[in-house]
């Protein structure tokens, strides 16, 4: 090969050579150049991670801060933490002065009940020597110890003596039925002798006695029995107890969790509250097949301060038992004459399987007026059931 065709070559291998070290320098500037927007963009990762630390490091120790917040959450923590300790102080004490008012009431309820029975007790011997007239006709300005002391020796042949006598209450315009009339004896043997012959002239069908005589007995005693606590006496020594009784505030007030939670369980029906000249009337009704449910209602209202606090609750009950029979009866509370007139109602509605408590807070007298209120929201009650 000459010389010539050598350079010719070498300088071929030495231009592919520049060429193959200038792609390879290219290719090397890139990957640098690669690298450095590789480290550029790290380092602008960097920089917005130092501002992010920088402000979470604001957000944490700075005035209004995260570590400030939590300290702050910590103080009322242990601000609440003070609180409840304080209350749970409180709701001890309050505990134990429920207990207390518990134990006063229950006191006081003894003690109310036993005063009534001393005041039953009381009355009767006030009546003792007292007897009640019915039916003798009224005269204008007449003297009842002349008058009626003539009739008892002209009619009974009997002499006797009033240490006072008179009609009871105020004379109603339009009815002409005679005040009953009350009379003291001076002597209790006369009013033995008036009974005893007063029983011999009503079986005589030939009598034509122009009044009859009874003897005067506080409202709770009935055909001559006699209260001894809460049990009803007869002369042969039976014992009648009522199967529904008024529940007593110890009956109430010391009643387990479980049983309270039975008595709200009942489904009762209210009507809307009646006001009249400052009364406040208001019936609740509930369905009953049993004495015993009747006695739960019975709990069950009583127990509910609204009711709880009126001066009177009516309680009528009327229900077909089990054996077929129709059991029915009533309790006051104090409002003489409510419970029949209810009861009467009910049954003039065929009424079934019911009890009502009319509920009667005090205002006015309204006299009769009262128990025309009562049978309508009684009735009104019971048929919501």
Known sequence: MSRGEQRSRRGKQISTETSEVSDAYQQRMVDIQDSLRSITGKLDNIGTLQQSVTTLQQDLWDEDGLDERIKYIGQQNEDSREDIDALKSENSFLRKEMQVMKSIIINLDRRVTQQENEIV????RSMRDNILIHNLKEEENENLDTKVIGLIKAHMNLDVEFIRIHRNGPKHPGNPKPRI???KLKNYNDKEHILQVMRQLREDKNS???FYITPQTPQTDKVMTKITGNKLVFPNGNVYRDKVQEPRAEDLLT???EEVKKLED???????SVSEGGNSFKAIASQVSSYAQVRNFYRRVLRD?????????????????????????YQDNGEYGAGRRILKELCD??????VVIVSRINGKHLGPRRFQIMKDIATSAAEML
């Open 121 to 124: 007790d009381l009355r009767g």
């Open 181 to 183: 009339i009350t009379g």
């Open 208 to 210: 034509s006695l122009p």
């Open 255 to 257: 009643m387990k969790e």
């Open 266 to 272: 009942i489904t009762v029906y209210a009507t809307e």
């Open 305 to 329: 301060p609204e009711y709880a606090s009126a001066n009177h609750n009516i309680l009528v009950y009327r229900f077909t038992g089990s054996e077929g029979l129709v059991h029915d009866g």
């Open 349 to 354: 509605h065929n009424v079934s399987n019911a």
